[in-house]
């Protein structure tokens, strides 16, 4: 999912999550602080960011604010408990919320019914089990996919109830 901004102004004094690792930037899943941002005449956006944790200050320049938004977003679950979560596991995080049924779900599903198909037409030379098998396999996909997203948010908030006072486990 991408988060758009209509000026890059919006988000100087905020915290962004970096979502894309840029060579002799911050790392995928970092949490920065935008210090400051401007635009150029030429379309460019120049964007001056301190990374929260270690302090250090840094410039990245972007083709357009769209191109800011791919690499970094607002995240205020992993900004308030960064400190409970190593890098991978905000990367998987990351990888987790940017799924969706059209990028994850329908290629799997566009396969599995191709092999549906084959198998119940030349194999088995049944039009029927083709039909049934076709369903049932975008259904167990689709409730597979609600799953796998719905068991990694649970481990996450599962780590943060466990580094925090809070008396709830969540299972």
């Known amino acids: ?3 758009m901004l209509n000026d890059i102004d919006e988000a100087i004094d905020r915290k962004f999550l970096v979502t894309k690792t840029v060579s002799n930037q911050a790392e995928a899943g970092t ?7 401007e635009n150029s005449k ?3 956006v120049s ?13 990245i320049k972007f083709d357009s604010l769209k191109s800011f938004c791919k ?8 900004a308030r408990h960064y400190e409970s979560f190593n890098i991978k596991e905000i990367q998987q ?14 290629p799997i599903i566009l396969v599995a019914w191709a092999i549906a198909w084959v198998l119940g037409l030349v194999v088995l030379k049944s039009v029927v089990f083709s ?9 167990a996909i689709f409730f597979v996919y609600k799953s796998t997203k719905r068991k990694a ?13 809070w008396g709830v486990n969540f299972k």
């Not at 995080?93 to 329908?106: A, E, G, P, W």
């Open 1 to 3: 999912m991408t988060y």
């Open 31 to 37: 949490i920065v602080h935008i210090m400051g941002a």
């Open 42 to 44: 030429d379309g460019t």
């Open 47 to 59: 964007v001056y960011y301190r990374i929260t944790y270690t302090r250090q200050d840094f410039v």
């Open 71 to 78: 690499w970094a977003r607002p995240d205020n679950f992993i």
């Open 93 to 106: 995080y990351i990888k987790i919320k940017d799924r969706s049924i059209t990028n994850f779900c329908l």
């Open 131 to 139: 039909i049934v098998a076709m369903v049932v396999l975008a259904v």
């Open 153 to 165: 948010m649970i481990r996450l908030y599962s780590k943060v109830s466990a580094n925090s006072n």
